[in-house]
């Protein structure tokens, strides 16, 4: 059974740095494009990062230069290592297995808060 | 990028009659390698991940009822549920996968009327 668990969201402060980790089980990541998808409150979908299987990585522009995806195959684990937070960047963060280019599994997610 | 924008933004329906959802790309989301619509649908429950319902604008996904079903093409697409039930309750989403970074709709919430 294919389950994605996100870990790592919490609080803080504009400035600060978090590092996400979404955990894979039920298949191998370094195989599949591996993306992040955030949502702030009450609001829609936005696409944020991706590593593709040969390990490129690609952002939105929102994040550029602050966000960096990575993934630790013996860990079968991607992370989203993210500095320089903003207001804004306040969401909850879902890791999704790409298909093809649409996400087919999901994890639960895991809130980001930026506040002083 | 490609804008992605549904219509209308709220909808109430009453149980048992026909729900539909409309996506407009702001260009073509057809793949020309393969003749396929790079487009999906996603529906969400509160405090729930979006959860895939349609792919390639037509493919329903495993296990999704045959009373969802996706049609369209170019840049026009549409979600039709057939008889609304409880359950189908939620926010839908469209997303696009053709060119450039892939983007969402900005939702449409749909209730019981």
């Known amino acids: 059974e294919v389950q994605l668990v996100e870990s790592g969201g919490g609080l803080v402060q504009p400035g600060g740095s978090l590092r996400l980790s979404c955990a894979a089980s039920g298949f191998t990541v370094s195989r599949y494009y591996m993306r992040w998808v955030r949502q702030a409150p009450g609001k829609g979908l936005e696409w944020v990062s991706v590593?593709?299987?040969?390990?490129?990585?690609f952002y939105a522009d929102s994040v550029k230069g602050r966000f960096t995806i990575s993934r630790d195959n013996s860990k079968n684990t991607v992370y989203l290592q993210m500095n320089s937070l903003r207001a804004e960047d306040t969401a909850v963060y879902y890791c999704?297995?790409?298909?093809?280019?649409?996400?087919?599994?999901w994890g639960q997610g895991t809130l980001v808060t930026v506040s002083p | 990028d490609i804008v992605m924008t549904q219509s209308p933004d709220s909808l109430a329906v009453s149980l048992g009659e026909r729900a539909t959802i409309n996506c407009k790309s702001s260009q073509s989301v057809l793949d020309n390698s393969n003749n396929k619509n790079c487009l999906a649908w996603y529906q969400q429950k509160p405090g729930q991940p979006p959860k895939l319902l349609i792919y390639?604008?037509?493919t329903r996904q495993s296990g999704v009822p045959d009373r969802f079903s996706g049609s369209g093409s170019g840049t026009d697409f549409t979600l039709t549920i057939s008889s609304l039930q409880t359950e189908d309750v939620a926010v839908y989403f469209c997303q696009h996968y053709s060119s450039g970074p892939p983007t969402f709709g900005q939702g449409t919430k749909l209730e019981i009327k």
């Open positions: 390639w604008a037509s």
């Open positions: 590593i593709y299987m040969d390990g490129r990585t």
């Open positions: 999704a297995r790409d298909e093809y280019g649409f996400l087919e599994y």
